[in-house]
């Protein structure tokens, strides 16, 4: 696997820039045609994903990109890591009857399409909640 790590010195530093800063690179690197994050660490916020129950927050996403077919593994100041495959060779499945929507408030839901009353506006009905979900999965 390819490593890469930039120094970035602009505006504040955080997830959203970060990941935005690593698709850029691996969208321009030779070697991953269609990059696809497979996996990703933010060490300020001890975050990573994919979550792994009892995995080890420092070495288990990195474990779980590389065994996934992790081409490219980027490094943002040593604050956030991203790894990303190649995703050219992938069959395509055509639309997905999911689609993910904000709310007023900036809240984010997993939708389902052909349950939604308007389709840019969540509901109970037809969405969950993405953050904040209790056991049940149910929205609160």
């Not at 269609?34 to 990573?48: I, L």
């Not at 996403?61 to 890591?81: M, P, Q, R, T």
């Not at 069959?91 to 389709?119: F, K, M, T």
């Amino acid at each position: 696997m390819k490593e890469v790590h930039i120094n970035y010195s602009g505006t504040a530093l955080d997830y959203k820039v970060a990941s935005h800063l690593a698709s850029s690179f691996a969208s321009s690197t030779l070697g991953v045609g269609e990059p696809v994050m497979v996996a990703w660490h933010d060490k300020q916020a001890s975050r990573m994903s994919p979550v792994i129950e009892g995995g080890d927050i420092n070495t288990r996403w990195h474990d779980y990109g590389e065994s996934h077919g992790g081409k490219l593994a980027v490094d943002i100041n040593g604050d956030f890591d991203f790894i990303f495959t190649d995703a050219s060779g992938f069959d395509v499945l055509g639309p997905s009857p999911l689609i993910n929507l904000h709310d007023q408030a900036g809240n984010e839901y997993l939708c389902q399409i052909n349950a939604l009353r308007n389709p840019k506006q969540p509901n109970e009905e037809a969405c969950v909640k993405l953050e904040g979900l209790n056991t049940k999965g149910d929205m609160h």
